[in-house]
């Protein structure tokens, strides 16, 4: 693969483009101004939002940025890889149309290679938005180049030295290659060289049942190629619902993925002239998967190497920088937020935990990061979604709970658009309406989602939801549903004879 000046950005079409939003070729480092409200080290999503926040406020700022504005994001996490999941799941459905809808017969093997190039052209066309020359005219000072604390209070770039009141660390993580034997001798794709492929692979073995590995496996294979999935845990998303890892892997199966669970992996080797081989154990049983192509997708280390975070008296461990609940690092001046300091590593909590940087390092805030409620969703075909608690983490932390289940099959949406596959489940504290955690399986999960956030957010409880107007018919009504089943609940024997009397006398 040829590299970039600017990193490993493949010359495939629609690139160009990329980069001269995101690093302009010809960008110049402005002069250093007077000691900065807010110097942002790292361009991703907690850097962008910290970054035009503070200079929307009026105070003075500089972002800098060594590699791609707009970081995993835009270029080789959320964009693209929903980029390739909406073909993927168009592919299919055109597959599926005849059999389920007596639409047109779809058949043959699709154009991998346009399926990618449009990913490319719309992530192209979405880069301004996070690119230089759009900072630049908010009144940010971009610069480009490595960041290195100097002093408690100072950061060297470039030539140039950046004074200033207060810093924000948001360097972001990374793809991190697993201790596995052999890995480092055969050619491997992470998340960050995946979407430079234009050559459907043969045969792709995914390491990991994460989101990412279940997300890449379901679209890859919908999109032609042989697929097999290898975790060491015995079920996929770990985090998720249990009956939800259950839901993904029977779609998986169904879309021709070959998912194996528990298994441990011993070695990688190479196969031949251009194949892989992994060998594990699956459940004490040896086996040795081949395939063409190798796509390593577990775990995330954090950016914490060479931004000189000693210098300026900021502690930091191999899970990323320390920070307090107000996101304020050992150095009061200097706060940290987004994949580098958080364990939820989604864009929408960078995103919020920004806007609690921007509070309370520029206006001597309180704002805690613990009281973000904070949803997250795996786009596998259904969607899986989740906020707050599961059964199992509420059971681990000793909140008892009362939950409320309804199958996406007596769904009536869900009926017409034959997409019946999964559930919805609320879980209250036991004895109130008080939502604690909301799981969601449904074809737009991610969608469905925002309402259980929205109430958990503002201490909104089952009986809003069941006293709120859905519009027939939608899948949000699994929700409504939810919440009326609590509400009859309340139907108890001794209310119940209460109504009795009343229609005893009202007669």
């Not at 073909?87 to 055109?94: I, L, T």
């Not at 300091?341 to 001597?364: G, M, P």
Request: aromatic share 6%; charged share 20%; glycine share 10%.
């Amino acid at each position: 693969m040829n590299e970039h000046p600017w990193g490993a950005v493949a010359p495939l079409p629609h690139n160009d483009r990329l980069v001269s939003a995101v690093h302009p070729r010809d960008w110049q480092n402005p002069t250093p101004r007077e000691r900065y409200h807010l110097v942002v080290i790292g361009a991703g999503t907690a850097g962008l939002v910290t970054a035009a926040g503070a200079a929307g406020l009026g105070a003075r700022v500089a972002l800098i940025e060594r590699h791609l504005m707009g970081g995993d994001c835009l270029n080789v996490g959320c964009v693209p890889s929903k980029g390739v999941i909406a073909p993927a799941r168009a592919w299919s459905a055109a597959r599926r149309a005849s059999e389920q809808f007596g639409g047109p017969h779809a058949a043959g093997a699709g154009d991998f290679a346009a399926a990618m190039d449009r990913m490319r052209r719309l992530r192209a066309q979405i880069a301004p938005v996070d690119g230089a020359e759009r900072f630049r005219g908010l009144g940010v000072d971009v610069y480009f180049g490595e960041a290195r604390f100097v002093s408690p209070q100072a950061v060297h770039v470039g030539d140039a030295t950046l004074e200033f009141r207060r810093a924000v660390i948001a360097t972001g993580a990374r793809a991190k290659a697993p201790p596995i034997p052999g890995l480092a001798d055969v050619p491997y794709l992470t998340n960050e060289t995946l979407f430079d492929l234009d050559t459907c692979p043969e045969h792709l073995v995914v390491l990991g049942g994460g989101p990412i590995g279940c997300e890449m496996a379901q679209a890859f294979a919908r999109l032609g190629a042989r697929v097999t999935l290898l975790d060491k845990a015995p079920r996929l998303l770990p985090r998720d619902d249990p009956r939800a890892s259950t839901i993904v892997r029977d779609a998986l199966a169904r879309d021709g993925v070959r998912v194996v669970t528990s298994a441990d992996l011993q070695r990688v080797r190479r196969d031949g002239a251009s194949g892989i081989a992994v060998e594990c154990t699956v459940n004490g049983a040896a086996e040795t998967v081949t395939g063409s192509t190798l796509l390593v997708a577990i775990g995330r280390a954090p950016n914490v190497e060479g931004i000189g975070l000693e210098a300026a008296g900021v502690a930091f461990t191999p899970q990323g920088v320390t920070v307090n609940d107000r996101l304020q690092t050992t150095n009061p001046t200097v706060f940290a937020c987004g994949d580098v300091a958080s364990r939820y590593q989604f864009t929408h909590a960078a995103d919020f935990q920004a806007r609690i940087v921007i509070q309370n390092a520029l206006f001597f805030g309180r704002k805690r990061a613990s009281d973000l409620v904070i949803p997250w969703a795996t786009y596998t075909s259904p969607e899986v979604a989740q906020v707050g608690h599961t059964a199992e983490s509420a059971a681990a932390a000793g909140l008892a709970i009362q939950s409320f289940t309804v199958p996406m099959h007596d769904v009536d949406r869900a009926i017409l658009d034959d997409d019946t596959e999964g559930f919805a489940t609320v879980h209250v504290a036991a004895g109130t309406d008080r939502i604690v955690g909301v799981t969601v399986v449904a074809a737009h999960a991610s969608e469905l989602i925002h309402e259980a956030t929205l109430a958990m957010t503002h201490r909104l409880g089952l009986a809003a939801i069941s006293a709120s107007i859905h519009p027939y018919p939608t899948q949000g009504d699994a929700l409504r549903r939810c919440a009326d089943a609590w509400r009859r609940t309340k139907l108890t024997p001794t209310v119940r004879q209460l109504f009795t009397q009343w229609f005893r006398w009202f007669s």
